[in-house]
């Protein structure tokens, strides 16, 4: 069954960065696309990046555009988010999410996910 | 980028109620709607795709319909794990966007 764990999360003071990962297993990882999402204290879900299943085409929401970036290692079967310039608003529970598809479908599968606290 | 409202925020309901909620999209989204239902402190769960379809495992209580911009989840029967918060996604195109939520409770 698809099994996806998250890590990496923890506090951090704004502006400085934080990478989280992602393993998978369970499923074909290199032929599945790969989202994050976070969910902030009080708010709703925040769609935040996705990779093709190739990584040939990436997609970020604005509110972080330009400072985080997502990757993946199909030899490993790894997915990550290099978080830079972390603003307080930033903190959530990030989730790693499947895509149905290569990476333009639906989110199917979530892993249980990792809080970054962004504190001064 | 594609906005998503719910109506109601917020609802009251008791085990066997009908209960639906409402989803619209700023601008026409195709078949790209689907449903996740998430309860406090978990990770979210995919209910229904691509308007109507079910995700396997998911019970047939649950349904999903509509067109262009206006969709709809209904669950017929309400059961006691079914109250949670209700998220509906458009995933026509990117940004991904995430209705605000309809947290369903108990009445």
């Known amino acids: 069954q698809v099994h996806l764990v998250e890590s990496g999360g923890g506090v951090v003071q704004p502006g400085r960065s934080l990478r989280l990962s992602c393993a998978a297993s369970g499923f074909t990882f290199s032929t599945s696309g790969l989202h994050w999402v976070r969910h902030a204290p009080g708010k709703g879900l925040e769609w935040v990046a996705v990779i093709w299943y190739d990584a040939s085409n990436e997609y970020y929401a604005d509110s972080v555009k330009g400072r985080f970036t997502i990757s993946r290692d199909n030899s490993k079967n790894a997915l990550y988010l290099q978080m830079n310039s972390l603003r307080v608003e930033d903190t959530a529970v990030y989730y790693c999410a499947r895509d149905w598809g290569v ?18 | 980028d594609i906005q998503m409202t719910q109506s109601p925020s ?32 978990q990770a979210p769960n ?9 995700h396997s495992g998911v019970p047939s209580r649950f349904s999903g319909g ?24 458009q995933s026509f195109s990117f940004p991904f966007t995430f209705g605000p939520g309809t947290n369903v409770d108990v009445k």
């Open chain 2, 46 to 54: 995919l209910l229904i795709y691509t308007i109507s379809s079910l």
């Open chain 1, 103 to 120: 990476g333009a479908t639906f989110i199917d599968y979530w892993g249980q996910g990792t809080l970054v606290t962004v504190s001064s």
């Open chain 2, 66 to 89: 509509g067109s262009g911009t206006d969709f709809t989840l209904t669950i017929s029967s309400l059961q006691p794990e079914d109250f949670a918060t209700y998220y509906c996604q």
């Open chain 2, 10 to 41: 917020s609802l009251s309901a008791s085990v066997g109620d009908r209960v639906t909620i409402t989803c619209r999209a700023s601008q026409r989204i195709s078949t790209y709607l689907n449903w996740y239902q998430q309860k406090p402190g």
